[in-house]
């Protein structure tokens, strides 16, 4: 007689998120909280990819390695959070989904992102902070999320934007704080509808000037550039204040000054943190 194969997920584990699962089926809950329940896998939440009412998912703080293609077939997810686990590929079926607004994939292993990233019709906001991306790891297609709004990638690996940066028209958070930028492409100034921009913690000497054509010192704007090692001019002037900053970059002075710097460019700036040990890299020996 045949015996049923056995089950090698815990059964508390699948206790935790079947649970959760049956709760939600039987009151018909459009939205799923599955964090911190130790799950390391879809197999533990059994009939999940089959919920197609879900609109919001959140799986963070967890062990979850693999994401499978069939998490598409939720096609009226608007909300998914994956952040804090060990994901280190993502299938190209997600950039599919057709409701999805806001993807947080933040503190995982993602070395690149698969083709298509790009083709999401909707997706407002995308947070990748804390992965090993770098500028190599954009899909061709990437810059033409025109919906995207919010656009999070600190704690990166990146020396350089790619200039179709500029085709995010509708961007109006970018967030590239603490990765290994030695220079910002002047398509940055062709985001007019960008109020924050945070570049902090890079290796930076200078500005593009077209960065002077964006409003970053109103009341509702942010520009944080601490921890850059500026040059002697942008670095007195930061002392004073972003403002100062901002006026100084519209200048003709400065543009000489830029001109000329461009023109008898040394070797960059050092770097000045390690990340061999970042928790990203690490995380699967755990």
């Not at 959760?20 to 009939?47: H, Q």
């Not at 879900?54 to 608007?78: F, M």
């Not at 077209?210 to 970053?216: A, P, S, T």
């Not at 204040?241 to 901002?246: A, T, Y």
Request: proline share 8%; net charge neutral; charged share 20%.
């Amino acid at each position: 007689m045949n015996q049923a194969p056995v089950s090698c997920i815990p059964n508390s584990k699948m206790s935790k998120a079947k649970k959760v699962l049956d709760e939600a089926r039987s009151t018909g809950n459009p939205e799923l909280d599955l964090m911190e329940k130790g799950i390391s896998s879809f197999e533990e939440m059994p009939g999940l990819l089959n919920m197609a009412n879900i609109t919001r998912l959140t799986l963070s703080h967890n062990k979850i390695v693999d994401v499978p293609p069939g998490l598409a077939n939720l096609v009226n997810l608007e909300i998914l959070t994956l952040f804090n686990n060990y994901i280190e590929e993502l299938p190209v079926s997600l950039s599919s989904m057709p409701k999805l607004r806001i993807l947080n994939l933040g503190m995982n292993r993602l070395n690149a992102l698969p083709r298509g990233f790009g083709a999401f019709p909707v997706l407002e906001v995308l947070d990748l902070t804390y992965n090993n991306l770098n500028e190599e790891s954009f899909p061709a297609n990437f810059f033409i999320l025109e919906t995207l709004r919010a656009l999070y990638l600190g704690d990166n690996d990146f020396e350089f934007i790619p200039p179709e940066i500029g085709q995010l028209k509708n961007l109006q958070i970018l967030v590239l704080r603490d990765n290994d930028l030695i220079e910002l492409p002047k398509e940055i100034g062709d985001l007019t509808r960008l109020r924050e921009l945070h570049i902090q913690g890079n290796r930076l000497t200078v500005l593009p000037p077209e960065i002077g054509q964006l409003d970053l010192v109103g009341n509702k704007s942010v520009l944080k550039m601490d921890y850059n090692p500026w040059v002697a001019p942008i670095a007195d002037q930061l002392q004073v204040g972003i403002s100062h900053v901002i006026d100084y970059i519209r200048s003709e002075t400065y543009r000489y000054l830029f001109s000329r710097h461009v023109s008898v460019r040394g070797p960059p700036p050092p770097k000045y943190i390690d990340k061999t040990n970042k928790l990203s890299r690490n995380r699967r020996n755990l």
